[in-house]
């Protein structure tokens, strides 16, 4: 046997004889395990990507630590296809057919179930990110399921689901809920904001534009889009160029990039700037669902004060209010102007305050929580820190008056009332609402 017998074809790269135990057989069996291994490994790949049409997509991308997804949803088939086909179908006169993203957030469960009741058709589409607990979203969705609302699990940054939609339901509206939410979260992974806020809402507008008919799109910015703004109550005539927060440039983004797809598209978007959204069915991640919580459970709170002992307040608006405020803004949305990617004429481009228009101090709404819960909070006051949060917020509503007559009834105290009612019932006792 001469030593060229053992010699690869790509000589320097395999060295016989530092390998001196390598026998022809033992070579021959090799090559074979790792073809097989490396055709299996392939395979694998191959099957993970292309399993089902959503998977690609669904899934984030490895270099996003953002989205942690606790499956990867599948979509299709004919049984699917049904089932969005009756959630989205009008059931009444005039009745509109809207895709609301983010349909097992806070706001979008109660659109979506608003939506429903009216007679509307409403598909939601949800990609349940643990950004907080999802048992939480999974009891919204059921909530909805039993009023005939489907939650399709999935991204906003996969278009060909999107697309799928689109081909199967004509939507005449969009309602864009999804999000990355919260102000001081961004700070933690800023990558999840560009994800959603803007990757994904580009996805979606996208998809709108291509679409015939094209939907008119209504879509939640944010109060924090003010930032630094001292001028008060705020007015969407106000500058909005100095955002204190990520989240809060990324809804600035959204604006500025729903103005680029109403320009070149014909896409008729109204955009929403909420003010510190509450109520029952809420977000653990905001201030009076995690002050609940934290009073019950004898566990101090960390309240925000401004420089020179000033008080930190906000135009906490519930959520009633603000789904009165979203079906405003659907009502009156005018189409969009386009069909296949084509402008056909200048379409409307809106954008409203949504708010209470009086603002509180945040150590009030810890007195009326202590009220309620009758229990004694633990106060651990402190310099509001510099993590995007801005001291004040205030509400100019007149535009959303003049245009839909949008007139917030709930105070604080009321909402509260029925947010604490909720939050004991959900969790059942005071005991469990504590773990
Ligand atoms: O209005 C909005 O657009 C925004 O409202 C909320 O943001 P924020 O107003 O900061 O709501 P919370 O996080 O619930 O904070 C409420 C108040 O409590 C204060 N706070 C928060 C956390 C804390 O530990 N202590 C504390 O005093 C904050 O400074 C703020 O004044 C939402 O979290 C955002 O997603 C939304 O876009």
Redesign the pocket.
Known sequence: MSHLDHTPSTPGKFKIDKSPYYSRTRWHSSVAKLTLWSFLFVAIIFLFFYRSPSSSSNNPPSSDPSRRYLASATWGGAAWEKRVRTSARIRSRNGFSVLVTGAAGFVGTHVSSALKRRGDGVLGIDNFNDYYDPTLKRARQALLERSGVLIVEGDINDVALLKKLFDMVPFTHVMHLAAQ????YAMQNPGSYVHSNIAGFVSLLEVCKDANPQPAIVWAS???VYGLNTKVPFSEKDRTDQPASL?AAT?KAGEEIAHTYNHIYGLSLTGL??????GPWG?P???????TKDILKGKS????EAANHGT?????TYIDDIVKGCLGSLDTAQKSTGSGGKKKGPAQLRVFNLGNTSPVP?TD?VSILERLLKVKAKRNVMK?PRNG?V?Y?HANISYAQKEFRYKPTTDLQTGLKKFVRWYLSYYGDKKAAVR
């Open positions: 939410a919260g102000v001081r944010s109060s924090s989240y809804k700037r909420f003010f510190t959204v509450y977000r991640d905001m201030a009076y669902f995690f002050f709170i960390p309240i925000f930190v307040a906000r135009d906490f945040v709404l509001l949060d001291p917020t």
